[in-house]
């Protein structure tokens, strides 16, 4: 069994930063692609940036110059480094990652709990 966890949401004024971390364990042999997701209320659940397993990254143009998305593979984890939010950046969070449970797979996708961030003065 893998789990994702995640934390570092909160309650963040405009302008402000937040730093979400999400850490897997359980039965892992190699994690893929590692990615962050957002659903706004009402919304649908949107990719916000990944990074691939050899430190290539993509990023969302809402949040392009913003964000800033990194992994620490001996940690199996990934973080999101969010610099000037805006309102519109409110939504739960939810971190993704393809995960290989063996050598010979499969590879299954996972999903974090999720950790809401709210920008509001």
């Known amino acids: 069994q893998v789990q994702l966890v995640e934390s570092g949401g909160g309650l963040v004024q405009p302008g402000g930063s937040l730093r979400l971390s999400c850490a897997a364990s359980g039965s892992i042999f190699s994690i893929n692609t590692m990615a962050w997701y957002r659903e706004a209320p009402g919304g649908e659940r949107e990719p916000v940036a990944l990074v691939a397993s050899s430190g290539t990254t993509n990023y969302a143009d809402s949040v392009k110059g913003r964000f800033t998305i990194s992994r620490d593979n001996a940690k199996n984890s990934v973080y999101l480094q969010m610099n000037s939010l805006k309102p519109e950046d409110t939504a739960v969070y939810y971190c993704?990652?393809?995960?290989?449970?063996?050598?010979?797979?499969?590879?299954?996708?996972?999903w974090g709990q999720g950790t809401q961030v709210t920008v509001s003065s």
């Open positions: 993704n990652a393809d995960i290989w449970g063996s050598s010979y797979g499969p590879l299954l996708d996972y």
